[in-house]
Structure formats: structure tokens, C-alpha cells
């Protein structure tokens, strides 16, 4: 039980590390991919690009957006910080290899302005 109740303490704790560092990290894809593009419209910004995004990686950012049209300006700020974990985790597949060695191995984590 004490090993149990250990674990359970030390993925409360680790919970909070993790989640900056996700936080940390789309923001720093973000920077490099959106680099230069507008907050809005939406339709001219990395997330629905097929030169960048593979067709499940528009699918899961206009699931996104159709979310944030209820009622939310949709900006690419508030799509990438409201597309699933499993649209960040696809940008680690195979699919995105030559996006890594040519564009997103410059991506830097940089602490984001306050306000």
C-alpha cells in the first residue's frame, strides 16, 4: 500500500512539470512554423497548411476550431493550445521526419509575455 500511495504522490507531482513542458513545447513549434503569420483568419496559418500538415493533422485542427467557433474568435494561439495531445504527438511520427530536419530543429523554448 505505502508503494501505492508513493506513486500516486509522485504523478500528482510530476503532473504539473509535464504540463508547463508541453505548454513550453507547441508554443515553441508554434514560433517556428508560425513564425510570420497572422493570429487571423485561420485559413492563412500553419494549421491548415497541407505543405506542413498532414490531412489527420488539418482533420484534428479543424475539429479545434469548429470547437472554438461556439462562440470564441478563433485565433492560431487558441487553436494550438486547443488541438488534442494527439495532434502534438503525431508531429513525432515518421510522416513529419523532413519537418524536423529542415524546419523545427531550430525551435527554442523561450518563456512566452506575460499579459
Known amino acids: 500500500m505505502a508503494l501505492y ?7 500528482i507531482a510530476s503532473f504539473g512539470l509535464i504540463h508547463h513542458f ?30 506542413i500538415l498532414q490531412p489527420d493533422g488539418i482533420k484534428q485542427a479543424i475539429i479545434a476550431i ?14 494550438v493550445a486547443g488541438v488534442s495531445f494527439r495532434f502534438w504527438a ?11 530536419r529542415h524546419r523545427l530543429r531550430v525551435a527554442r523554448f523561450e518563456q512566452a509575455p506575460i499579459g
Do not use: C, M, S
Not at 5 to 11: N, Q, S, V
Not at 25 to 51: H, M, S, Y
Not at 66 to 79: A, F, S, Y
Not at 90 to 100: D, M
Open 90 to 100: 503525431g508531429l513525432f511520427g515518421r510522416h513529419y521526419e523532413e519537418l524536423w
Open 5 to 11: 500511495e508513493w506513486h500516486a504522490e509522485l504523478t
Open 66 to 79: 469548429e470547437r472554438l467557433e461556439k462562440g470564441k474568435l478563433v485565433t492560431r494561439g487558441r487553436v
Open 22 to 51: 508541453e505548454v513550453l513545447l507547441r508554443n515553441a513549434i508554434d514560433g517556428v512554423l508560425g513564425a510570420g503569420q497572422p493570429q487571423t483568419p485561420i485559413k492563412d496559418t500553419w494549421l491548415l497548411d497541407f505543405e
